[in-house]
């Protein structure tokens, strides 16, 4: 049964910094294109970042410069590092791992940015 688990989310102060991590299990990760998602309330779900199997990036315009994502095959985690954190990066944090057209998703861990 495939798992993923989200932590390091938590309350910081604007301009402040968090990692969050998603660790998997269940599945070849290596292979797995992996990506952040996060949702706010009232918001549509929405993908921050992505790295796929070959470490190819991409990330959103509203934080690219300030996010950063990687990945760690040997311990099947992928990481988000944010920087500058503004209030409206206040959200819960999703992992995804793609293959194709199967997904997997973490139960996501809360992230809230206010002084």
């Known amino acids: 049964q495939v798992q993923l688990v989200e932590s390091g989310g938590g309350l910081v102060q604007p301009g402040g910094s968090l990692r969050l991590s998603c660790t998997a299990s269940?599945?070849?990760?290596?292979?797995?294109?992996m990506a952040w998602y996060r949702q706010a309330p009232g918001k549509q779900r929405e993908l921050v970042a992505r790295m796929t199997s070959d470490y190819f990036t991409y990330y959103a315009d509203s934080v690219t410069g300030r996010f950063t994502i990687t990945r760690d095959n040997a311990k099947s985690t992928v990481y988000l590092q944010m920087n500058s954190l503004k209030p409206d990066d206040t959200a819960a944090y999703y992992c995804?791992?793609?293959?194709?057209?199967?997904?997997?998703w973490g139960q996501g861990t809360q992230v809230t940015v206010s002084s």
């Open positions: 995804n791992g793609q293959l194709g057209s199967l997904g997997h």
């Open positions: 269940g599945m070849t990760f290596s292979i797995y294109s």
